[in-house]
């Protein structure tokens, strides 16, 4: 069955250090996206990439940064400049061209990370 | 701006009642396309209804039908013969093309509580 798979579905990181968040997708979308939610709040977007080898920042990009070598992979880094990383974080993709209906996103089963 | 407002951050239902959950959303293309989300306290995003811009009839789902007044730019969810399982955040979000980009853009949530 095609999905998104992200991993870990917990990680836990210490002051200062970068963590790294998988999300892989075998849908064939050309599209992924990282969305940050806060306890009881709505989805925020950090990145988004529509094609492999481009990307662009979405509202709270500062602190994070990610790749798209693969069509597959857009990996998320929690760098030690984002201040406030503690969060619930969801990746997604979608299809680009022309879509019809209810094509919008496919979610991933999320991360919660946690700074200790 | 926000494009998208959920101006209930929570509501209570009695189980087998009708619900409606409240969305508004503010976009000056012709062409757009609105969803609801379902996010239970697993975290994970599960897609309940969806309505396009063009669609003259209401989206229905089994309980779920979308209330979409597009004169007054809302989309409302409603939810029939509510169940313990309803208990969720509940998101509205709209597709939207900019600059041959497609984008999607969250509201900030409604948290339902389904009362037995």
């Known amino acids: 069955d095609g999905g998104i798979t992200q991993s870990p579905k917990y990680l836990f990181r210490k002051e200062g250090q970068n963590v790294t968040l998988s999300c892989e997708q075998n849908?064939?979308?050309?599209?992924m996206y990282w969305y940050r939610q806060d306890p009881g709040q709505g989805l925020r977007l950090i990145y988004y990439s529509q094609i492999v080898n481009d990307f662009q920042k979405g509202d709270i990009a500062e602190g994070y940064s990610v790749s798209r070598e693969k069509k597959e992979s857009f990996p998320l880094t929690v760098t030690s400049a984002q201040k406030n990383p503690t969060a619930f974080y969801l990746c997604?993709?979608?299809?680009?061209?022309?879509?019809?209906?209810?094509?919008?996103?496919?979610f991933g089963s999320g991360t919660r990370l946690t700074v200790v | 701006a926000q494009k998208i407002t959920q101006t209930q951050p929570g509501m209570f239902v009695q189980e087998k009642e009708a619900v409606t959950l409240d969305c508004t959303y503010d976009t000056s293309d012709q062409s757009y396309g609105l969803f609801w989300y379902k996010q239970p306290s697993s975290g994970e995003m599960i897609f309940l209804i969806y309505q396009g811009s063009y669609d003259e009839q209401n989206a229905t789902e089994g309980r779920y039908s979308l209330n979409f007044q597009k004169a007054r730019k809302s989309a409302n969810l409603v939810i029939s013969a509510s169940q313990l399982g309803d208990s969720a955040m509940y998101f509205c979000?709209?597709?939207?093309?900019?600059?041959?980009?497609?984008?999607?853009?969250f509201g900030t949530g409604t948290r339902l509580k389904v009362l037995a």
């Open positions: 849908l064939n979308h050309d599209a």
């Open positions: 997604a993709s979608s299809i680009v061209t022309f879509p019809i209906g209810h094509a919008g996103y496919t």
């Open positions: 979000a709209m597709r939207e093309q900019t600059s041959g980009t497609y984008k999607y853009i």
